[in-house]
Nanobody, 121 residues
Framework: QVQLVESGGGLVQAGGSLRLSCAASGAIFSINGMGWYRQAPGKQRESVADITNGGIINYADSVKGRFTISRDNAANTVYLQMNSLKPEDTAVYYC???????????????WGQGTQVTVSS
């Protein structure tokens, strides 16, 4: 019922920038938190950044000062601006949202399909 479609991943040299986008669509009544996770090969998925519909933001310590999350509530879209990228930022990045669909009273987790970010040294 809910689809999260990510775009913007790719290959970039260390020190470069990328901007990820994630648009939610479907039978959406309300979205609470939206954010980004990442998973590197052989590692667990970790939270990168999240933002509530009221604009409260959290960042992982490893990306503070380099990444910026933002959100367009009217468009059900979340963005991640990634600057000063490092090889250790290489991972599959997943969009996440807590979504209440039409005719429901519960928020549920929804995930995108993932987009690859590769940072070369």
């Amino acid at each position: 019922q809910v689809q999260l479609v990510e775009s913007g991943g790719g290959l970039v040299q260390a020190g470069g920038s990328l901007r990820l986008s994630c648009a939610a669509s479907g039978a959406i009544f309300s979205i609470n938190g939206m954010g980004w996770y990442r998973q590197a090969p052989g590692k667990q998925r970790e939270s990168v950044a999240d933002i509530t519909n009221g604009g409260i933001i959290n960042y992982a310590d490893s990306v503070k000062g380099r990444f910026t999350i933002s959100r367009d509530n009217a468009a059900n879209t979340v963005y991640l601006q990634m600057n000063s990228l490092k090889p250790e930022d290489t991972a599959v990045y997943y969009c996440h949202a807590r979504v209440m669909v039409v005719a429901s009273t519960l928020y549920r987790d929804s995930w995108g399909q993932g987009t690859q970010v590769t940072v070369s040294s």
